[in-house]
Nanobody, 117 residues
Framework: QLVESGGGLVQAGGSLRLSCAAS????????MGWYRQAPGKQRELVAR???????NYADSVKGRFTISRDNAKNTVYLQMNSLKPEDTAVYYC?????????????WGQGTQVTVSS
């Protein structure tokens, strides 16, 4: 289960911090990430971090967003700075985890981020 928090309404140039806490039975978490989906658009990767700390970002958020992870708490964060109206979307947390020898994925319920101009 993934529980997201931190979305909301912010003016352009502002900041928000999203959190996603994972719970349940799994052997390990390989990676956690944030995806977003704007109205009428496909869901896209925003940022992803592996258990080893390797990160990758969408070009549109590089330099503005930072993903981090607390392995002890099975929690991933997304610090979003210098927000733009085009960042408006529903943000979803995704976890890639292992149960026995199977790699599975799970999604959070989504949290709305709205950036006003």
């Amino acid at each position: 289960q993934l529980v997201e928090s931190g979305g909301g309404l912010v003016q352009a140039g502002g900041s928000l911090r999203l959190s996603c806490a994972a719970s349940g039975s799994f052997s390990s978490i390989n990676a956690m990430g944030w995806y977003r989906q704007a109205p009428g658009k496909q869901r896209e990767l925003v940022a992803r971090i592996t258990d080893g700390g390797t990160t990758n970002y969408a070009d549109s958020v590089k330099g503005r967003f930072t993903i981090s992870r607390d392995n002890a708490k099975n929690t991933v964060y997304l610090q979003m700075n210098s927000l733009k109206p085009e960042d408006t979307a529903v943000y979803y947390c995704k976890m890639e985890y292992v149960v026995f020898v199977k790699t599975l994925s799970a999604w959070g319920q989504g949290t709305q981020v709205t950036v006003s101009s």
